[in-house]
């Protein structure tokens, strides 16, 4: 994994925040613990552990299921990981659990291990649940999904600026390139359709090795990939892909020593929040919550 030129401190995040303005959702991020939510804010949760990603760049599955457990706790307000799922999802429900399978950073499988586990846990059935990213229109469970879990990680987009958990609900079309226009700002539109609207209970964007550049389509580096070793954790899927575009905003200047703009910008992020109304993109309606590694870094 490529490590950063320079150390981004906490005042360089803020920096980064403040100089980027891609489509209105950057701005001075909320960089502190909270405890109660805030009315009218959407909770985020970013739990980082330095351990989740060995030397070698394998997955630990045991480190990943303790973080996920840690931050959805966190996020619903209960003591334990079953009770916050139980607030989640109930016996009865149908679960989908949104992926990506892109080959070159999929959604962990430790990660689909540790969602199905907690589901079981909380008596979803066996037969109710499905993993799936592709083939979610052809799917029975799917079909018939009461609740979706959507799961992915966060890269740099040729088309989009940016893959997000927004966008990884773009395999419920049949016609995917009708939402490519003007940088694929239009994708929010998928979240009001009948197979998706109001069905989402939880997001979870993988943030343990993200690629924060890439120079084309389906581009792939080791040398854009750094580990990061988190996780992004909200109910509020623009919320958590806004915060995940200012950690990426940052590194890539860190990287280059300059600032470099997220190429396209990811218009799509604000407009799911101002044009389509599925949550909230900027920081000051965001109560971000930071558990774990720190280091007194963002990055």
């Given amino acids: 994994m490529a490590e950063s030129k320079k150390v981004v401190t906490r005042r360089?995040?803020?920096?980064?925040?403040?100089?980027?303005?891609?489509?209105?959702?950057?701005?001075?991020?909320?960089?502190?613990?909270?405890?109660?939510?805030?009315?009218?804010?959407?909770?985020?949760?970013?739990?980082?552990?330095?351990?989740?990603?060995?030397?070698?760049?394998?997955?630990?599955?045991?480190?990943?299921?303790?973080?996920?457990?840690?931050?959805?706790?966190?996020?619903?307000?209960?003591?334990?990981?079953?009770?916050?799922?139980?607030?989640?999802?109930?016996?009865?429900?149908?679960?989908?659990?949104?992926?990506?399978?892109?080959?070159?950073?999929?959604?962990?499988?430790?990660?689909?291990?540790?969602?199905?586990?907690?589901?079981?846990?909380?008596?979803?059935?066996?037969?109710?649940?499905?993993?799936?990213?592709?083939?979610?229109?052809?799917?029975?469970?799917?079909?018939?999904?009461?609740?979706?879990?959507?799961?992915?990680?966060?890269?740099?987009?040729?088309?989009?600026?940016?893959?997000?958990?927004?966008?990884?609900?773009?395999?419920?079309?049949?016609?995917p390139w009708d939402y490519h226009d003007n940088a694929c700002e239009p994708l929010g539109a998928l979240w009001h359709f009948p197979q998706v609207e109001g069905k989402t209970r939880l997001n979870i964007l993988v943030m343990l090795t993200p690629q924060f550049h890439s120079t084309g389509p389906h581009s792939f580096s080791q040398e854009y990939v750094w580990t990061y070793g988190g996780l992004i954790v909200s109910q509020d899927p623009v919320a958590a892909d806004a915060t995940g575009a200012r950690i990426i905003q940052a590194k890539r200047d860190a990287f280059f020593g300059k600032h470099r703009p997220i190429s396209p910008p990811p218009l799509h992020i604000a407009a799911a929040d101002t044009r389509f109304k599925l949550g909230n993109s900027r920081p000051e309606r965001i109560e971000l919550v930071k558990l774990g590694w720190d280091e007194s870094t963002f990055i």
């Fill in 12 to 175: 360089d995040f803020l920096k980064a925040g403040t100089a980027v303005a891609l489509g209105g959702f950057v701005g001075f991020p909320l960089l502190r613990n909270v405890h109660a939510g805030e009315a009218g804010k959407s909770r985020v949760v970013l739990i980082r552990d330095k351990n989740a990603v060995s030397g070698d760049g394998k997955i630990q599955p045991d480190v990943l299921e303790k973080m996920m457990d840690q931050a959805v706790t966190t996020l619903m307000d209960t003591p334990d990981p079953i009770s916050a799922w139980k607030k989640l999802v109930k016996p009865e429900d149908v679960v989908g659990i949104k992926s990506n399978a892109w080959y070159r950073l999929p959604t962990p499988q430790a990660l689909e291990v540790a969602i199905r586990k907690r589901l079981l846990d909380v008596g979803v059935k066996e037969e109710n649940m499905a993993v799936d990213d592709r083939g979610v229109l052809r799917n029975p469970v799917f079909q018939r999904a009461t609740a979706l879990i959507n799961t992915r990680p966060m890269r740099t987009h040729d088309w989009s600026g940016l893959g997000t958990l927004i966008k990884n609900y773009v395999m419920y079309t049949p016609r």
